[in-house]
């Protein structure tokens, strides 16, 4: 047996925890055609979808989850799809944006899809199972 | 069935409804159309995300 560097999964739950654990998020959605990305450190209009039906700012993100751990990973997942009711977004638009009210605006992550557009229609993004191997946040 | 359109309500028997389906390695797109002659008058698309982002935490050195 040898001894084995390594940053515990614990603190890392802690680390995650910190930023999601019982705080309101929001979901804003982005144009093809924006730069929103991970340097992004809050919300932000630049780039920002507009149309009927879409207010600057998104939708609520629904959280009932907290930082959970399997071994080593943490993780952490929106515990309801995000629903665009009723919109019409004519640009194409490919990402979405998921940051905290609680915490100023800060910008949890920045996540992709492909290309989309929608007409008097609905919107639903559905989470990925909330686990270590596919929850939407993970620390490895 | 009555949906929403670009025109107001109207029931999707007049309308012609065209289905597909994009995937790639982080999410699954469905999406339905619904087309009035040779307008589009509702698009509506289901977005299933597969996965999201790992992060790894990098050790320093001591010493």
């Not at chain 1, 999601?20 to 920002?48: C, H, I, M, R």
């Not at chain 1, 930082?67 to 665009?84: C, Q």
């Not at chain 1, 100023?104 to 909330?130: I, K």
């Not at chain 2, 339905?32 to 790894?56: M, P, T």
Request: charged share 15%; net charge negative; with cysteine.
């Amino acid at each position: 047996m040898a001894n084995t560097q390594a940053i515990s999964g614990a603190m890392k739950q802690v680390a995650l925890g910190a930023v999601v654990n019982s705080k309101t998020l929001s979901a804003a959605l982005y144009l093809v055609s924006a730069t929103t990305d991970g340097a992004n450190t809050v919300y932000t209009t630049t780039g920002e979808v507009t149309g009927s039906g879409y207010t600057a700012g998104g939708v609520s993100c629904t959280n009932g989850n907290t930082a959970g751990l399997t071994g080593t990973t943490t993780f952490w997942t929106p515990s309801a799809s995000l629903v665009y009711t009723t919109v019409t977004l004519s640009t194409a638009f490919d990402a979405v944006m998921i940051y905290s009210t609680t915490d100023s605006n800060r910008n949890l992550g920045v996540f992709t899809f492909g290309s989309q557009t929608v007409t008097a229609g609905t919107l639903t993004l559905t989470m990925p199972t909330n686990n270590s191997t596919t929850g939407l946040i993970r620390f490895a | 069935m009555i949906i929403t359109t670009t025109k107001g309500d109207m029931d999707t028997s007049i309308l012609d409804k065209r289905e597909g389906v994009y995937e790639d390695d982080r999410a699954r797109a469905e999406w339905v159309e619904y087309w009035l002659e040779d307008e589009l008058v509702h698009r509506s698309v289901n977005i299933a995300l597969k996965q999201g982002h790992e992060f790894s935490y990098e050790l320093g050195r001591m010493g």
